[in-house]
């Protein structure tokens, strides 16, 4: 007879490993089940590859050829952690209460004062490091010292202070100082390549490893959910797998259950598991599960700095971006609702694409790219979108993967406001550059939309009617089945969204072993 | 250094002080890097290759489209670099660059043939610049095709420009040499900029 867990988590990055850690640490049974396999920081990734080392230039995710973190879907033990840039930002009551403030989108159903202690919670035990900025619309937390801000980034801090626009430095889950686990940032500037000391925040380093050690935390790796369990009396049961490498199926069976594989899968998933009570996808009663999809949209300018050009080359690599432009906006006059961030990078990077893009031929455009290599700037700038009917989740019940599995769907459709978010947020990286005298290389166009961040579609609410979830993220229609990832967003934020998910998650975990101890996940 | 057991105590006083379970920095020296398992590809500078989609003489104009594209200045150029067999394996992969390229080639001599009575690898080096010239103005001032540059032309030569630009920023002559990265060394602290006014 197979084990029953008190709790099966579907998935292991931010909201699953940490919803797993913390509940282990409680003294609840755990099951994590994830699709991908067991990934190793120290030797599994090429964090100090160049592009050289291979034939097609192209620096391959995994080492030896290994399956795993090789798509989208980021399939392997630590999920999207493995691979994210750490900026870790707290959102602020202007973005809980966005709808109540400028009439767009919904309110989320909690608040600040709710979040915050969770956020304290998860800075403490990841580590994030920033500046104490003061500012209205991006609340400070606990922080390790920052990184110094590069040479580029002081330059547009001063111009932009001209222009009466913010620059701070970047807050990011990356430590300056080691732990007693993991080591200190050492600036080789490849984390999205996968940190090879896990200085920089992945779940399995920083929740999972520890929380091993309770005996209360197993994973399952290479198994690919297909499908929650449901059983008559409208209870989560446990998870239906199919093995990676063998295709077996399996079942794990626990008293409460969490998908938490990353918004746009989870959506999915929860639409496959069609039961009889549930044949419009499971907790789907309102009929609101994959609607309400609302990533963040990008806009994109890239330049050189005046003073930059033809300096000599330092290594200023970094953490990658140092600097960020916070929310700014509710405090001037404008025509849109809600708002915008940017993530600047500039100082050397590994990669040069933009050489291409650099005018003319011969030793001339050969000086030109060199002398520009240490000046060049990238303004990523990211919107809140404003939920729509056009944008949605859904099954494409035209298509299977290789496990038999329809593909998942994510449709974003920009609409007015975020053409106007977008005019703004990509003039204010305009209006930067052009102070400092630099020049333009390139701006990104709204027709041609690039999206990041999937957030939305099993949003959480105070009404049944309108929402698939409860503010702590358990579905209003199966009383022990929670979903902690960012699809559980009802408005986006501008900020990046993995904080966030931790903190719900911490606040998921405290609400499931209470409510176990009540004796209400029998 | 703080002992496992502390550390979780520390992690568990949550909202008493701003207690980080954070050492000093004595875990430096810890970090040792494995060997990476990509193969390094470094080609050595005239080291022949078979290519894989291009016949000889058409590598021949590939190469030379490569160097004056990016010559050997104090620097090593394409060809020295790699390119085009970094080139050739890129198109190798990709059909729709294979009918540019195929097209391009072709209408690269045709051109030449047109303006200066022969194919573009007998041009001299002037006349080569020349016909260059013509296609960047147009890839880079976004003019319209004209007799000189007629549109397969430019795309071939914005297609070959830019694998060109790829190809040899990647290489360890193009990133290391030319370029001078140093990025991926180990720093135990980042290092403080200023800058004058501020």
Known sequence: VAPIFDVCIVGSGAGGGTLAAHLAQQGVQVAVVEGGPPVNTR????????????????????????????????????????????????????????????????????????????????????????????????PDGIYLDPPPLKSGDLLLQRDAKRLGIPIIHTRKATLTRPSATRLACHYCGNCMAGCDVAAKYNSVDAHMAPAMKTGRLAIFPNSVVREVMVSNENRATGVRFIHRETGAEGEIRARCVAVACACVQSVGLLLMSESRLYPQGLANSSGQLGRNYIPHFNSGVEGFLADLIGRQVVNDEGFIDHAYLPSYMHLQKRDYARSFGVQIYTGIRRTTGWAREVPGFGADYKLRVKQRFPAYVTFQCFGEMIPNPQSYIQLDKTEKDEFGLYKVKAIAVQE????????????????ILQKSGGEILSISNFDVPTFNHALGGCRMGSDPRTSVLNSYCRSHDVPNLYVVDGSVFPSASE??????IMALAARAADNISDRFKKGEMA | MTSRREALKIIGAVGVTCAFPFSANELYGQHVHPPTQGEPQDVKPGAPFEPQFFSPAQLLVVSRLADLIIPTTDTPGAVAAGVPQYIDLVVHGDPKLQATFQAGLQGLDKTSQTRFGSAFLQLTEAQQVEILTSLTQATDEKKPPTENAPQGDVSFFRAIKGLTADGYYTSRIGLMQELGYNGDGVLAAFPVFTIPEH
């Open chain 1, 495 to 500: 900020k990046n969204p993995t904080l966030t």
């Open chain 1, 43 to 138: 030797t599994d990734f090429n964090t100090h590859a160049l592009p050289f080392n291979f034939a097609n230039r192209h620096i391959p995710t995994m080492r030896g050829g290994k399956y795993g973190m090789t798509s989208e879907r980021a399939r392997g033990v630590g999920g999207k952690t493995m691979l994210w840039n750490a900026v870790a930002l707290r959102l602020s009551h202007r973005d809980f209460k966005g709808y109540t403030i400028d009439g767009a989108g919904a309110d989320w159903p909690l608040d600040y004062p709710d979040m915050a202690p969770y956020y304290e919670r998860i800075e403490r035990e990841i580590g994030v490091c920033g500046n104490r900025d003061g500012l209205e619309d991006l």
């Open chain 1, 416 to 431: 007015e406001n975020e053409r106007k978010v977008y005019e703004a947020m990509t003039k204010a990286a305009v209006d």
